[in-house]
RNA sequence: GGCCCCAUGGUCAAGAGGUUAAGACAUCGCCCUUUCACGGCGGUAACGGGAGUUCAAUUCUCCCUGGGGUCACCA
Protein backbone atom coordinates (compact mmCIF):
# COMPACT_ATOMS: atom_id res chain seq x y z
CA UNK A 1 0.00 0.00 0.00
CA UNK A 2 0.69 3.64 -0.75
CA UNK A 3 1.49 5.74 1.85
CA UNK A 4 -1.03 6.57 3.99
CA UNK A 5 -2.69 9.99 3.73
CA UNK A 6 -5.74 10.84 5.37
CA UNK A 7 -7.76 14.38 5.80
CA UNK A 8 -9.56 16.14 7.76
CA UNK A 9 -11.66 18.99 6.11
CA UNK A 10 -13.82 21.34 8.27
CA UNK A 11 -15.49 24.47 6.61
CA UNK A 12 -14.88 27.59 8.67
CA UNK A 13 -18.76 28.33 9.53
CA UNK A 14 -18.70 28.76 13.57
CA UNK A 15 -17.83 26.23 16.49
CA UNK A 16 -16.47 23.00 15.69
CA UNK A 17 -19.05 20.34 17.02
CA UNK A 18 -18.43 16.84 18.40
CA UNK A 19 -19.69 15.00 15.51
CA UNK A 20 -17.42 17.10 13.51
CA UNK A 21 -14.24 16.45 15.75
CA UNK A 22 -14.58 13.16 16.10
CA UNK A 23 -14.36 12.55 11.91
CA UNK A 24 -11.32 14.60 12.39
CA UNK A 25 -9.92 12.25 15.41
CA UNK A 26 -10.75 9.11 13.71
CA UNK A 27 -8.86 10.59 10.56
CA UNK A 28 -6.14 11.13 12.75
CA UNK A 29 -5.89 8.21 14.73
CA UNK A 30 -6.37 5.96 11.68
CA UNK A 31 -3.64 7.48 9.64
CA UNK A 32 -1.01 7.87 12.86
CA UNK A 33 -2.05 3.94 13.30
CA UNK A 34 -0.61 3.14 9.95
CA UNK A 35 2.20 4.87 10.04
CA UNK A 36 0.57 7.85 7.49
CA UNK A 37 0.22 11.61 7.61
CA UNK A 38 -3.08 13.71 8.27
CA UNK A 39 -3.56 16.71 6.55
CA UNK A 40 -5.67 20.09 7.67
CA UNK A 41 -7.39 21.29 4.68
CA UNK A 42 -9.44 24.31 5.05
CA UNK A 43 -13.12 24.18 2.65
CA UNK A 44 -13.92 27.51 2.37
CA UNK A 45 -15.29 27.78 -0.86
CA UNK A 46 -18.53 28.86 0.28
CA UNK A 47 -18.37 32.60 0.96
CA UNK A 48 -22.01 33.50 1.90
CA UNK A 49 -21.46 30.91 4.82
CA UNK A 50 -17.36 32.03 6.03
CA UNK A 51 -17.76 33.02 9.26
CA UNK A 52 -15.06 35.33 10.64
CA UNK A 53 -12.22 33.34 13.26
CA UNK A 54 -13.90 30.02 12.48
CA UNK A 55 -10.18 29.48 11.00
CA UNK A 56 -8.54 30.38 14.22
CA UNK A 57 -11.09 28.25 16.19
CA UNK A 58 -10.46 24.96 14.19
CA UNK A 59 -6.58 25.89 15.10
CA UNK A 60 -7.14 26.18 18.80
CA UNK A 61 -9.81 23.43 18.91
CA UNK A 62 -7.13 20.52 17.14
CA UNK A 63 -4.10 21.81 19.42
CA UNK A 64 -6.30 21.72 22.95
CA UNK A 65 -7.83 18.27 21.80
CA UNK A 66 -3.98 17.04 20.74
CA UNK A 67 -4.75 16.02 17.66
CA UNK A 68 -1.68 17.20 15.22
CA UNK A 69 -1.79 17.60 11.72
CA UNK A 70 1.33 16.89 9.99
CA UNK A 71 0.39 19.02 6.86
CA UNK A 72 -1.87 22.28 7.12
CA UNK A 73 -1.90 26.04 5.97
CA UNK A 74 1.16 26.77 8.49
CA UNK A 75 3.09 23.72 7.78
CA UNK A 76 3.11 23.32 4.07
CA UNK A 77 4.75 20.11 2.79
CA UNK A 78 4.30 20.94 -0.88
CA UNK A 79 0.57 20.18 -1.64
CA UNK A 80 -0.54 23.53 -0.55
CA UNK A 81 -2.07 25.90 -0.15
CA UNK A 82 -4.07 24.06 2.12
CA UNK A 83 -6.82 26.15 1.57
CA UNK A 84 -9.45 26.10 -1.16
CA UNK A 85 -10.29 29.63 -1.63
CA UNK A 86 -6.62 30.55 -2.37
CA UNK A 87 -6.70 27.28 -4.89
CA UNK A 88 -9.32 28.81 -6.69
CA UNK A 89 -7.82 29.14 -10.32
CA UNK A 90 -6.39 25.46 -10.08
CA UNK A 91 -10.09 23.99 -10.13
CA UNK A 92 -11.37 25.72 -13.10
CA UNK A 93 -8.12 24.62 -15.44
CA UNK A 94 -9.22 21.01 -13.95
CA UNK A 95 -13.18 21.61 -14.53
CA UNK A 96 -12.37 22.52 -18.36
CA UNK A 97 -9.49 19.51 -18.48
CA UNK A 98 -12.76 17.55 -17.84
CA UNK A 99 -15.13 19.28 -19.72
CA UNK A 100 -12.31 18.09 -22.69
CA UNK A 101 -12.70 14.72 -21.61
CA UNK A 102 -16.49 14.97 -21.40
CA UNK A 103 -16.97 14.20 -17.99
CA UNK A 104 -18.36 17.57 -17.68
CA UNK A 105 -20.16 20.46 -19.88
CA UNK A 106 -21.12 24.12 -19.20
CA UNK A 107 -24.37 25.13 -18.30
CA UNK A 108 -26.15 28.42 -19.10
CA UNK A 109 -29.79 27.66 -17.33
CA UNK A 110 -30.94 30.26 -15.29
CA UNK A 111 -32.81 29.75 -11.80
CA UNK A 112 -36.10 30.32 -13.46
CA UNK A 113 -35.59 27.14 -16.07
CA UNK A 114 -34.06 25.44 -13.17
CA UNK A 115 -37.45 26.16 -10.88
CA UNK A 116 -39.48 24.61 -13.92
CA UNK A 117 -37.80 21.55 -13.64
CA UNK A 118 -39.72 20.94 -10.33
CA UNK A 119 -41.71 17.58 -10.29
CA UNK A 120 -44.78 17.47 -7.98
CA UNK A 121 -42.81 16.59 -4.89
CA UNK A 122 -41.24 19.70 -5.03
CA UNK A 123 -38.11 17.84 -6.29
CA UNK A 124 -36.47 18.59 -9.81
CA UNK A 125 -33.28 17.04 -11.32
CA UNK A 126 -31.59 18.60 -14.34
CA UNK A 127 -32.58 17.72 -17.61
CA UNK A 128 -29.55 17.69 -19.29
CA UNK A 129 -30.13 20.92 -21.50
CA UNK A 130 -27.19 22.30 -21.81
CA UNK A 131 -25.31 19.18 -22.53
CA UNK A 132 -26.88 19.39 -26.07
CA UNK A 133 -25.34 22.57 -26.81
CA UNK A 134 -23.02 22.94 -30.01
CA UNK A 135 -19.32 23.77 -29.24
CA UNK A 136 -19.67 27.17 -31.39
CA UNK A 137 -22.85 28.16 -29.30
CA UNK A 138 -20.75 27.62 -26.19
CA UNK A 139 -18.09 29.77 -27.17
CA UNK A 140 -20.47 32.39 -27.98
CA UNK A 141 -21.86 32.63 -25.12
CA UNK A 142 -19.00 32.48 -23.12
CA UNK A 143 -17.94 35.26 -25.07
CA UNK A 144 -20.46 37.42 -24.55
CA UNK A 145 -20.13 37.10 -21.02
CA UNK A 146 -23.31 34.83 -20.60
CA UNK A 147 -22.84 33.84 -16.91
CA UNK A 148 -22.65 30.14 -16.38
CA UNK A 149 -21.90 26.88 -14.22
CA UNK A 150 -19.70 23.45 -14.78
CA UNK A 151 -22.19 20.31 -14.52
CA UNK A 152 -20.58 16.53 -14.27
CA UNK A 153 -21.89 14.32 -16.90
CA UNK A 154 -23.78 11.95 -15.24
CA UNK A 155 -24.22 8.59 -17.47
CA UNK A 156 -28.17 8.04 -18.14
CA UNK A 157 -27.50 4.33 -17.47
CA UNK A 158 -25.63 2.00 -14.74
CA UNK A 159 -24.71 2.16 -11.73
CA UNK A 160 -21.46 2.75 -9.48
CA UNK A 161 -20.42 0.76 -6.89
CA UNK A 162 -17.21 1.29 -4.49
CA UNK A 163 -16.72 -0.89 -0.85
CA UNK A 164 -16.84 1.58 2.38
CA UNK A 165 -14.00 0.27 4.96
CA UNK A 166 -17.44 0.24 7.60
CA UNK A 167 -20.44 -0.03 5.34
CA UNK A 168 -19.27 -2.64 2.86
CA UNK A 169 -20.20 -2.35 -0.20
CA UNK A 170 -22.40 0.13 -1.49
CA UNK A 171 -24.34 1.08 -4.88
CA UNK A 172 -25.82 3.76 -6.42
CA UNK A 173 -27.53 3.60 -9.91
CA UNK A 174 -26.54 6.66 -12.01
CA UNK A 175 -30.22 7.38 -12.99
CA UNK A 176 -30.32 8.56 -9.50
CA UNK A 177 -27.96 11.31 -10.00
CA UNK A 178 -28.03 14.46 -11.10
CA UNK A 179 -25.42 16.53 -13.20
CA UNK A 180 -24.29 18.81 -10.12
CA UNK A 181 -22.79 21.55 -10.18
CA UNK A 182 -19.01 21.50 -10.23
CA UNK A 183 -18.37 25.00 -10.69
CA UNK A 184 -20.22 27.87 -9.24
CA UNK A 185 -21.20 30.88 -11.30
CA UNK A 186 -19.08 33.21 -9.29
CA UNK A 187 -15.90 30.74 -9.91
CA UNK A 188 -16.11 28.59 -7.19
CA UNK A 189 -15.69 24.92 -7.02
CA UNK A 190 -18.40 23.15 -5.11
CA UNK A 191 -17.63 20.85 -2.23
CA UNK A 192 -18.39 17.90 -4.70
CA UNK A 193 -15.68 19.32 -7.06
CA UNK A 194 -13.07 20.89 -4.98
CA UNK A 195 -12.89 17.56 -2.60
CA UNK A 196 -11.99 14.99 -5.44
CA UNK A 197 -9.53 17.19 -6.96
CA UNK A 198 -7.96 18.19 -3.62
CA UNK A 199 -8.10 15.03 -2.66
CA UNK A 200 -6.35 13.57 -5.31
CA UNK A 201 -4.08 16.27 -5.64
CA UNK A 202 -2.73 16.26 -2.22
CA UNK A 203 -2.37 12.34 -2.12
CA UNK A 204 -5.01 11.49 -0.16
CA UNK A 205 -5.29 7.70 0.40
CA UNK A 206 -8.13 7.48 2.60
CA UNK A 207 -11.18 9.20 2.69
CA UNK A 208 -12.96 9.35 6.30
CA UNK A 209 -15.92 11.72 6.64
CA UNK A 210 -19.32 11.69 7.94
CA UNK A 211 -22.11 9.11 6.27
CA UNK A 212 -24.22 12.14 4.49
CA UNK A 213 -21.36 11.18 1.61
CA UNK A 214 -22.68 7.89 1.65
CA UNK A 215 -24.49 7.90 -1.37
CA UNK A 216 -22.98 10.30 -3.25
CA UNK A 217 -19.68 8.83 -3.37
CA UNK A 218 -20.25 6.97 -6.61
CA UNK A 219 -20.72 10.27 -8.09
CA UNK A 220 -17.14 11.53 -7.00
CA UNK A 221 -15.65 8.03 -8.04
CA UNK A 222 -16.80 8.97 -11.69
CA UNK A 223 -14.96 12.03 -11.72
CA UNK A 224 -12.15 10.37 -10.50
CA UNK A 225 -12.62 7.44 -13.20
CA UNK A 226 -12.59 10.65 -15.69
CA UNK A 227 -9.65 12.35 -15.27
CA UNK A 228 -8.04 8.63 -15.04
CA UNK A 229 -7.08 8.99 -11.12
CA UNK A 230 -6.91 6.45 -9.02
CA UNK A 231 -10.12 6.15 -6.52
CA UNK A 232 -9.26 7.06 -2.64
CA UNK A 233 -10.71 4.21 -0.10
CA UNK A 234 -13.48 5.40 1.91
CA UNK A 235 -14.64 5.05 4.89
CA UNK A 236 -17.56 6.58 6.14
CA UNK A 237 -18.90 7.05 9.74
CA UNK A 238 -22.41 7.35 11.24
CA UNK A 239 -22.97 10.51 12.73
CA UNK A 240 -23.50 11.21 16.47
CA UNK A 241 -26.99 11.65 17.54
CA UNK A 242 -29.09 14.10 20.01
CA UNK A 243 -31.57 11.73 20.52
CA UNK A 244 -32.94 9.09 18.71
CA UNK A 245 -34.16 11.44 15.59
CA UNK A 246 -31.80 14.51 15.54
CA UNK A 247 -28.96 14.59 14.80
CA UNK A 248 -26.18 16.52 16.88
CA UNK A 249 -25.89 19.63 15.32
CA UNK A 250 -24.69 23.15 15.63
CA UNK A 251 -27.90 24.00 16.76
CA UNK A 252 -27.57 22.21 20.21
CA UNK A 253 -25.40 25.08 21.98
CA UNK A 254 -23.78 22.46 24.35
CA UNK A 255 -22.22 20.32 21.34
CA UNK A 256 -19.67 21.97 20.55
CA UNK A 257 -15.77 21.54 22.34
CA UNK A 258 -15.20 25.32 23.50
CA UNK A 259 -18.35 25.15 25.70
CA UNK A 260 -17.37 21.67 27.14
CA UNK A 261 -13.72 22.91 27.75
CA UNK A 262 -15.44 26.61 29.33
CA UNK A 263 -17.49 23.94 31.44
CA UNK A 264 -14.96 22.12 32.83
CA UNK A 265 -14.10 19.17 30.62
CA UNK A 266 -10.61 18.01 30.17
CA UNK A 267 -9.95 17.73 26.80
CA UNK A 268 -8.25 14.39 27.12
CA UNK A 269 -11.68 13.36 28.44
CA UNK A 270 -13.55 14.84 25.95
CA UNK A 271 -11.96 13.33 22.88
CA UNK A 272 -11.55 9.97 24.97
CA UNK A 273 -15.21 9.87 25.35
CA UNK A 274 -15.91 10.95 21.30
CA UNK A 275 -13.46 8.35 20.11
CA UNK A 276 -15.83 5.71 21.87
CA UNK A 277 -18.92 7.03 20.77
CA UNK A 278 -18.75 4.93 17.18
CA UNK A 279 -15.68 2.85 17.94
CA UNK A 280 -14.65 -0.14 20.15
CA UNK A 281 -10.84 -1.65 20.61
CA UNK A 282 -10.79 -4.84 21.01
CA UNK A 283 -10.07 -5.43 24.46
CA UNK A 284 -13.20 -3.24 25.34
CA UNK A 285 -10.61 -0.40 27.38
CA UNK A 286 -12.42 2.79 28.08
CA UNK A 287 -9.72 5.19 29.36
CA UNK A 288 -7.29 5.79 26.83
CA UNK A 289 -4.64 8.17 26.52
CA UNK A 290 -4.46 9.31 22.70
CA UNK A 291 -1.09 6.78 22.01
CA UNK A 292 -3.09 4.44 23.12
CA UNK A 293 -6.04 5.06 20.93
CA UNK A 294 -3.37 5.31 17.92
CA UNK A 295 -2.19 1.85 19.00
CA UNK A 296 -5.74 0.31 19.30
CA UNK A 297 -7.31 2.01 16.90
CA UNK A 298 -9.02 -0.62 14.22
CA UNK A 299 -11.62 -0.61 11.51
CA UNK A 300 -13.18 -3.47 13.01
CA UNK A 301 -14.40 -1.74 15.79
CA UNK A 302 -16.23 1.22 14.39
CA UNK A 303 -19.96 1.48 14.48
CA UNK A 304 -22.07 0.98 11.56
CA UNK A 305 -25.19 2.57 13.31
CA UNK A 306 -25.47 6.20 14.72
CA UNK A 307 -25.01 6.23 18.49
CA UNK A 308 -26.70 9.27 20.61
CA UNK A 309 -24.20 11.14 22.62
CA UNK A 310 -24.63 10.93 27.00
CA UNK A 311 -23.21 13.68 28.57
CA UNK A 312 -23.31 11.90 31.77
CA UNK A 313 -20.94 9.30 30.87
CA UNK A 314 -18.74 11.78 29.43
CA UNK A 315 -18.93 13.20 32.77
CA UNK A 316 -18.05 10.06 34.59
CA UNK A 317 -15.16 9.81 32.42
CA UNK A 318 -13.99 13.27 32.87
CA UNK A 319 -14.33 12.50 36.63
CA UNK A 320 -11.75 9.81 36.52
CA UNK A 321 -9.49 12.03 34.73
CA UNK A 322 -9.69 14.75 37.45
CA UNK A 323 -8.92 12.35 39.76
CA UNK A 324 -5.96 11.48 38.64
CA UNK A 325 -4.95 15.13 38.51
CA UNK A 326 -1.98 15.48 40.66
CA UNK A 327 -3.30 18.01 43.86
CA UNK A 328 -1.55 20.74 42.59
CA UNK A 329 -2.53 20.97 38.99
CA UNK A 330 -6.23 20.38 40.24
CA UNK A 331 -5.80 23.66 42.38
CA UNK A 332 -4.57 25.19 39.18
CA UNK A 333 -7.14 24.14 36.92
CA UNK A 334 -10.37 24.82 38.90
CA UNK A 335 -9.40 28.16 40.75
CA UNK A 336 -10.90 29.59 37.95
CA UNK A 337 -14.08 28.42 38.90
CA UNK A 338 -13.93 28.98 42.53
CA UNK A 339 -16.18 31.82 43.17
CA UNK A 340 -14.42 35.19 43.56
CA UNK A 341 -16.20 36.90 46.61
CA UNK A 342 -15.53 34.43 48.54
CA UNK A 343 -11.94 33.18 47.65
CA UNK A 344 -10.55 36.21 49.69
CA UNK A 345 -12.51 34.96 52.65
CA UNK A 346 -11.69 30.84 52.40
CA UNK A 347 -8.87 29.21 51.19
CA UNK A 348 -8.71 27.58 48.54
CA UNK A 349 -5.71 25.41 48.63
CA UNK A 350 -7.77 23.68 51.64
CA UNK A 351 -10.69 22.91 50.02
CA UNK A 352 -9.44 22.08 46.39
CA UNK A 353 -7.86 18.87 47.73
CA UNK A 354 -10.97 17.40 49.23
CA UNK A 355 -12.82 18.70 46.18
CA UNK A 356 -11.03 16.66 43.98
CA UNK A 357 -12.53 13.44 43.84
CA UNK A 358 -16.14 14.87 44.25
CA UNK A 359 -16.25 17.07 40.95
CA UNK A 360 -17.04 15.33 37.62
CA UNK A 361 -16.12 18.68 35.92
CA UNK A 362 -14.42 21.30 36.71
CA UNK A 363 -17.44 23.77 36.75
CA UNK A 364 -18.61 21.75 39.85
CA UNK A 365 -16.65 23.58 42.12
CA UNK A 366 -19.07 26.45 41.82
CA UNK A 367 -22.02 24.93 43.21
CA UNK A 368 -19.83 22.44 45.73
CA UNK A 369 -18.63 25.31 47.05
CA UNK A 370 -22.06 27.46 47.53
CA UNK A 371 -22.13 26.56 50.73
CA UNK A 372 -19.16 28.69 51.77
CA UNK A 373 -20.95 32.14 51.23
CA UNK A 374 -24.89 31.04 51.61
CA UNK A 375 -25.88 29.57 54.76
CA UNK A 376 -29.44 30.41 55.90
CA UNK A 377 -32.50 28.27 56.92
CA UNK A 378 -32.36 24.93 55.11
CA UNK A 379 -34.89 21.80 56.06
CA UNK A 380 -33.57 20.22 59.15
CA UNK A 381 -34.51 16.43 58.30
CA UNK A 382 -31.50 16.75 55.60
CA UNK A 383 -29.92 15.31 59.22
CA UNK A 384 -31.80 12.37 58.65
CA UNK A 385 -29.89 9.44 57.34
CA UNK A 386 -29.97 5.69 57.40
CA UNK A 387 -26.99 5.78 59.93
CA UNK A 388 -28.34 8.66 61.90
CA UNK A 389 -32.15 8.19 62.20
CA UNK A 390 -33.07 10.75 65.20
CA UNK A 391 -33.04 14.26 64.82
CA UNK A 392 -33.36 14.46 68.86
CA UNK A 393 -29.79 13.06 68.46
CA UNK A 394 -28.96 15.60 66.08
CA UNK A 395 -30.03 18.49 68.36
CA UNK A 396 -28.27 17.03 71.09
CA UNK A 397 -24.97 17.27 69.57
CA UNK A 398 -24.99 20.29 67.84
CA UNK A 399 -25.83 21.76 71.40
CA UNK A 400 -22.96 19.92 72.79
CA UNK A 401 -20.09 20.62 69.98
CA UNK A 402 -21.29 24.29 70.13
CA UNK A 403 -20.33 24.25 73.64
CA UNK A 404 -17.21 22.38 72.92
CA UNK A 405 -15.99 24.13 70.30
CA UNK A 406 -16.51 27.51 72.00
CA UNK A 407 -14.02 26.52 74.59
CA UNK A 408 -11.50 25.40 71.96
CA UNK A 409 -8.70 27.56 70.65
CA UNK A 410 -6.31 25.55 68.76
CA UNK A 411 -8.26 25.73 65.84
CA UNK A 412 -7.50 22.77 63.36
CA UNK A 413 -8.60 19.81 61.76
CA UNK A 414 -6.90 17.77 64.26
CA UNK A 415 -7.90 19.46 67.30
CA UNK A 416 -11.79 19.89 66.36
CA UNK A 417 -10.99 16.16 65.27
CA UNK A 418 -10.36 15.29 69.19
CA UNK A 419 -12.50 17.96 70.37
CA UNK A 420 -15.65 16.84 69.28
CA UNK A 421 -14.35 13.19 70.29
CA UNK A 422 -14.36 13.60 73.17
CA UNK A 423 -17.61 15.72 73.27
CA UNK A 424 -19.46 13.08 71.80
CA UNK A 425 -17.80 10.63 74.56
CA UNK A 426 -18.93 12.88 77.50
CA UNK A 427 -22.64 13.03 76.05
CA UNK A 428 -22.98 9.63 75.31
CA UNK A 429 -23.32 10.38 71.44
CA UNK A 430 -22.07 8.08 68.84
CA UNK A 431 -18.70 9.33 66.98
CA UNK A 432 -20.63 8.73 64.05
CA UNK A 433 -23.72 10.85 65.02
CA UNK A 434 -21.59 13.75 66.41
CA UNK A 435 -19.71 14.39 63.21
CA UNK A 436 -22.34 13.90 60.91
CA UNK A 437 -24.46 16.10 62.19
CA UNK A 438 -21.62 18.94 62.87
CA UNK A 439 -20.71 18.29 59.33
CA UNK A 440 -24.28 19.35 58.48
CA UNK A 441 -25.34 21.65 60.82
CA UNK A 442 -22.22 23.62 59.53
CA UNK A 443 -22.92 23.88 56.26
CA UNK A 444 -26.38 23.11 55.91
CA UNK A 445 -26.25 21.21 53.07
CA UNK A 446 -26.24 16.83 52.81
CA UNK A 447 -23.10 16.65 50.59
CA UNK A 448 -20.01 18.17 51.25
CA UNK A 449 -16.51 19.02 49.73
CA UNK A 450 -15.15 16.94 53.07
CA UNK A 451 -15.82 16.00 56.79
CA UNK A 452 -16.92 17.85 59.97
CA UNK A 453 -13.47 18.59 60.65
CA UNK A 454 -12.70 19.61 57.53
CA UNK A 455 -15.39 21.99 57.04
CA UNK A 456 -15.38 23.49 60.71
CA UNK A 457 -11.39 24.17 59.98
CA UNK A 458 -11.70 25.79 56.35
CA UNK A 459 -15.01 27.87 58.18
CA UNK A 460 -12.74 29.07 60.81
CA UNK A 461 -13.86 29.48 64.06
CA UNK A 462 -16.39 32.10 64.31
CA UNK A 463 -18.31 31.09 61.83
CA UNK A 464 -18.33 27.50 62.32
CA UNK A 465 -19.54 28.74 66.09
CA UNK A 466 -22.32 31.41 64.08
CA UNK A 467 -23.59 28.53 61.64
CA UNK A 468 -23.74 25.85 64.89
CA UNK A 469 -25.88 28.34 67.06
CA UNK A 470 -28.46 29.25 63.57
CA UNK A 471 -28.35 25.45 63.27
CA UNK A 472 -29.11 24.83 67.16
CA UNK A 473 -32.13 27.05 67.13
CA UNK A 474 -33.13 25.75 63.43
CA UNK A 475 -32.98 22.28 65.62
CA UNK A 476 -35.11 23.61 68.35
CA UNK A 477 -38.05 25.19 66.23
C1' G B 1 -41.78 10.50 -2.77
C1' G B 2 -37.03 8.08 -5.42
C1' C B 3 -32.31 6.29 -4.01
C1' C B 4 -28.53 4.95 -0.10
C1' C B 5 -27.74 3.32 4.90
C1' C B 6 -28.92 1.57 9.85
C1' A B 7 -31.65 -1.52 14.03
C1' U B 8 -28.50 -5.94 21.09
C1' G B 9 -30.82 -3.21 28.13
C1' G B 10 -32.56 3.98 29.33
C1' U B 11 -27.35 5.23 26.91
C1' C B 12 -22.39 3.58 24.87
C1' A B 13 -21.40 -1.31 23.42
C1' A B 14 -19.04 -6.84 22.97
C1' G B 15 -20.78 -10.97 20.39
C1' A B 16 -20.28 -12.81 13.48
C1' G B 17 -24.98 -19.77 13.50
C1' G B 18 -24.87 -23.61 19.25
C1' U B 19 -22.88 -18.14 24.90
C1' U B 20 -25.90 -18.58 31.75
C1' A B 21 -26.09 -12.65 25.49
C1' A B 22 -19.90 -9.58 28.09
C1' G B 23 -18.31 -4.83 29.98
C1' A B 24 -19.08 0.59 30.98
C1' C B 25 -22.46 4.87 32.24
C1' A B 26 -27.09 5.62 34.56
C1' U B 27 -30.42 3.34 38.18
C1' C B 28 -31.43 0.38 42.68
C1' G B 29 -29.52 -2.30 47.05
C1' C B 30 -25.65 -3.72 50.43
C1' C B 31 -20.75 -2.88 52.54
C1' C B 32 -16.65 0.34 53.87
C1' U B 33 -15.52 5.05 55.97
C1' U B 34 -15.47 8.68 63.51
C1' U B 35 -19.54 12.07 58.68
C1' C B 36 -21.71 13.24 52.90
C1' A B 37 -18.80 12.04 48.80
C1' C B 38 -14.93 8.63 47.09
C1' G B 39 -14.27 3.33 47.02
C1' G B 40 -15.85 -2.07 47.08
C1' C B 41 -19.68 -5.79 46.14
C1' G B 42 -24.27 -7.15 44.10
C1' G B 43 -29.35 -6.52 41.68
C1' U B 44 -32.98 -4.77 37.84
C1' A B 45 -32.67 -4.24 32.65
C1' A B 46 -31.70 -5.99 25.71
C1' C B 47 -31.42 -9.12 20.59
C1' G B 48 -38.20 -4.20 16.86
C1' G B 49 -41.99 -7.67 14.10
C1' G B 50 -42.92 -11.57 10.38
C1' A B 51 -41.41 -15.15 6.93
C1' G B 52 -37.55 -18.22 5.15
C1' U B 53 -32.34 -21.14 5.15
C1' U B 54 -30.55 -24.66 8.94
C1' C B 55 -30.52 -30.07 13.33
C1' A B 56 -29.86 -24.98 15.43
C1' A B 57 -30.74 -18.25 14.40
C1' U B 58 -29.43 -12.15 18.12
C1' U B 59 -25.96 -13.81 14.23
C1' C B 60 -27.41 -15.49 7.13
C1' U B 61 -31.65 -13.99 3.27
C1' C B 62 -36.25 -11.47 2.23
C1' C B 63 -40.45 -8.48 3.71
C1' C B 64 -42.57 -5.09 7.23
C1' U B 65 -41.95 -1.43 10.87
C1' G B 66 -39.01 2.34 12.91
C1' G B 67 -34.90 5.71 12.31
C1' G B 68 -31.02 8.40 9.70
C1' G B 69 -28.92 10.36 5.16
C1' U B 70 -29.42 12.32 0.24
C1' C B 71 -32.02 14.42 -3.91
C1' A B 72 -28.73 23.04 -3.39
C1' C B 73 -24.60 27.73 -7.63
C1' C B 74 -24.00 24.14 1.43
C1' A B 75 -20.28 21.45 2.72
Known sequence: MDKVRT????????????GNLRTGLYAYLFAKKNGGDFVLRIEDTDQARYVDGAVQVIYNTLKTAGIDYDEGPDKDKGFGPYIQSERKSLYLKYAMELVERGGAYYCFCDKERLDSLADSNGVRKYDKHCLRLSKAEI????????SYVIRQNIPAEGEGSYVDMVYGKVTVPYHDMEDCILIKSDGMPTYNFANVVDDHLMQISHVIRGNEYLSSTPQYNLLYDSFGWERPTYMHLAPIMKDE?????????DANFEDFIQKGYLPEAIVNYIALLGWCPKDNR??????????????????ISSSIF?????????????KELSDEKFYELSLPYFKKGISSKYDYRKIAPLLKTRVDILSDVEHKTDFLAQFGEYDKNIFITKRMPDLAIANASVSAALI???????????????????????HGIKNGHMVSNVRVAITGTEVTPGGAFEMADILGKEETIKRLEFSKSLLEK
Open 286 to 303: EKMTMSEMIEAFDVDGIS
Open 245 to 253: TRKLSKRYG
Open 404 to 426: ALKNLDDWSVDSIRDCLSACAEA
Open 310 to 322: DEVKMKWLNGEYI
Open 7 to 18: RFAPSPTGFMHI
Open 139 to 146: EDRLKSGQ
